[in-house]
């Protein structure tokens, strides 16, 4: 999750259906899901198959060359996030386009290099829709970290590369297209010149994943600040929205229900998601579809709202959740499936 938004989350809500902000839940969600199919495709997600891509893609990250800090990030921007010298995004980067290819899905290098002279290259990869190719919908995690980044973000690109492997074997109605994004971890750059540049107008709604492996039951394990309202135990998969994006939310939030996937919580943030308190919902990818006026709903385990280990090298497989990391891959399977309408027979 980003340096640049990581003060403060807001967990406005207790688990008990969406809150806050302005919008309500909407009257009638899942329309037209086919739940029975919907479960058989969450069936195909195998978490052996998610926990081994964390697996490889920290040791990716743990063998890779930090980037250079000095040339790249201004000295006081060292001194104040001393861990932007042990941030690695070039064999991950390999990792998930090598990955994209063994499916086998074509594979695209978006590169940009903006007035900073930070350069990224987000790596893309579709299934292209059957009737509405031109509707998409993105799934995002970005593939830089700190150290080994276990949950901070290889649990995530572990979860999109899983959803890429089952998603592929199917037909859709829309275009599903994989992002992984870079140099989400100084400013949310790779998505900020994604949307910039144009190159998601035609995403309908975006699934973003970042931090979604760590989990704890433990009463007191969940962080929030003082005097709102949260839960206090660290076990559940937050579902992050702003008010454009809260029927998105419900339907995540439903289809989880209905499919008994794990234990979730919405946390909807009013308007458009970056008022003052509300910059507490925006630690990641997210965030550019919200500034852009786009839909985009964000799945997490809230980072270092809860995980110890959050911008640490001791951020490492063995402080994370197989079960549940699979399971959150379920829920997102699910979601995106539905939003791009199939699978189709």
Known sequence: ???????????????????????CAPTQILEGADLPTLKALTDEVEPQFVWENLVSLT??????????????????????????????NTRSGLWVRDQFRSIPLEVQDDVSLGDNGIRTTNIVAEIKGVSKPDE???VGAHFDA???????????????MEMARVLSKHKFERTIRFVGFDFEEY????????????KGEKVVTALIMDCIGYYSEEEGSQQSLPGLPSPTTGDFLAIIANDESSH???????????????????????????FTLGQALTLSDHLA????????VFLTDTANFRNPHYHKDTDTPDKLDPVRLGQATRVATAAVAYWAEGPKP
């Not at 999750?1 to 919008?23: E, N, P």
């Not at 150290?147 to 999109?160: E, F, T």
């Not at 400013?187 to 144009?198: A, D, N, P, V, W």
């Open 1 to 23: 999750m980003s340096l640049s938004i990581r003060s403060s989350l807001v967990l406005l809500a207790a688990g008990f259906g969406l809150a806050v902000g302005t919008a």
């Open 136 to 138: 998409v919908i993105l």
């Open 248 to 274: 998105e939310a419900a339907e995540v939030y439903k289809l989880n229900n209905e499919l008994q996937l794990m234990s979730t919580v919405p946390l909807i943030s009013a308007g458009n998601g970056t």
């Open 146 to 160: 700190f150290w080994q980044g276990a949950d901070d973000n290889s649990s995530g690109v572990a979860a999109m």
């Open 59 to 88: 040791h990716a990250h743990s063998t890779d060359q930090s980037v250079d800090c000095v040339s790249l990030f201004p000295e006081g921007v060292r001194k104040y996030y001393p861990e932007l010298c042990n941030l690695s």
């Open 187 to 198: 400013g949310i750059t790779g998505s900020h010149r994604y949307l910039k540049e144009g």
């Open 289 to 296: 579809f919200w500034f852009n006026h786009q839909k985009a």
